[in-house]
């Protein structure tokens, strides 16, 4: 029986890159094994055909051969080593690895850690240095976090071969596990170091210094790179994430970089004007008032803000005025705003808001009747 082309069965072009080549036969693969396809004799018939092709095209030498003289070549067909000791098991294991845990083992690496950091609101405006201290594991200084004992070192692991994977072949199909006998380190401790027990690392706690950039938010994170727990039997060590929150103000309530503040004002001067002192976090400024300001009017103070963390302009500092109550008046003061309010009653001018809603009181209560 005559035998397809093999660009044909991996549905792929004569110009196809070796990774083009690798990708059809992972689906085909995927698609028709007999792990997958079970008793379907034409599926296990259309792998083979699958495998054939693959173990031709993915070797350059094979492929060129191949290309010049087709199936006549020698050694094009069955699936034993191709040239070079190529074997398909190393192959399929290449193609699989990913899926079923391949690829070398060894010492994990250290795991990440995450701690809250407090600052005010001062801090985060204007940036800082904090120093904090993080309980985690650090390399263990006698063994220098290999952990064997001190003038030994891990021995290579007599059953995956230092791969801290082995390979378990069922039939034609090739999955890997991690090593058993290692645990996927690759090595063994045969002489433990007493100090850390053979882990190559021990408990402390490690003081660091965070630099807190300018502009920062509740919620953001800052990473400081290797500053995590240390990894296995020397490994890298993982990363320490600092969780940023700004404590609450007692003027000021932050919204981006933009800040707002409340400032209590007597009716006096909201009435003829004049000037007031507001806070800023870099000092004091003049906020100036002017006459027949109402209450809960908003000023804007450009750039007195929060800078964007990022970089940028400033946000702005909103100050809202409200009128501030007298309490507490003698009777001469009392006397005078009588005298005061008197005034006011004999011409509605003065107090536009106050008449223009009674007069919308007065109308809704013609509509009622």
């Known amino acids: 029986m005559s035998r397809r082309d093999y660009y044909e069965v991996l549905g792929v072009s004569r110009s196809a890159t070796a990774e083009e080549i690798k990708k059809s036969f992972r689906r085909l693969a995927m698609k028709y094994h007999p792990d997958r ?9 259309q792998f083979k055909e699958a495998r054939e092709a693959y173990e031709v095209l993915s070797d350059s030498n094979r492929r060129a051969t191949y290309d010049r003289f087709g199936h006549q070549a020698a050694g094009m067909g069955g699936a034993g080593p191709g040239p070079g000791g190529m074997n398909f098991g190393d192959i399929f294991g290449d193609i699989f690895g990913d ?46 976090g290999t952990g064997a004992k001190k003038g030994t070192a891990p021995a290579e692991c007599s059953d995956c071969g230092g791969y801290g994977q082995i390979r378990i072949q069922q039939g034609f199909f090739t999955v890997q596990q991690t090593c058993p006998s290692c645990r996927g380190r690759g090595r063994v401790i045969k002489d433990p170091c007493a100090e850390c027990r053979g882990q190559g690392r021990k408990r402390q706690t490690k003081k660091l210094s965070v630099k807190v950039p300018a502009g920062v938010d509740s919620g ?15 490994a890298a060590p993982g990363d320490l994430y600092v969780q940023i929150q700004v404590r609450p103000h007692s003027i000021f309530v932050r919204e981006g970089v933009d800040l707002h503040c409340e400032v209590p004002i007597n009716f006096v001067t909201l009435t003829l004007g004049g000037e007031v002192e507001v806070p800023t976090l870099t000092g004091r400024l003049k906020l100036k008032i002017p006459p027949e300001t109402q209450s809960d ?9 929060v800078p964007p963390v990022r970089g940028g302009s400033k946000g702005d500092l909103h100050c809202r005025v409200v009128v501030e109550t007298p309490v507490n008046l003698n009777h001469k003061q009392k006397e005078l705003l009588t005298q005061f309010s008197k005034t006011l009653s004999e011409d509605n001018r003065h107090q536009p808001r106050t008449a223009s809603w009674f007069e919308k009181v007065r109308k809704f209560f013609e509509g009622m009747s």
């Open 297 to 305: 009017k908003v000023f804007r103070l450009k750039g007195a803000g």
């Open 37 to 45: 396809s079970g008793e379907d004799k034409q599926a296990e018939e």
């Open 99 to 144: 899926i079923f845990g391949g690829g070398r083992g060894g010492p994990e690496r250290g795991a990440d850690l995450s701690c809250h950091l407090e600052v005010t609101l001062e801090q985060a405006a204007r940036g800082t240095t904090v120093e904090i201290e993080v309980p985690t594991q650090v390399p263990c200084e006698l063994c220098d």
């Open 220 to 234: 953001d994170r800052i990473r400081l790179g290797g500053e995590g727990e240390a990894g296995e039997a020397g």
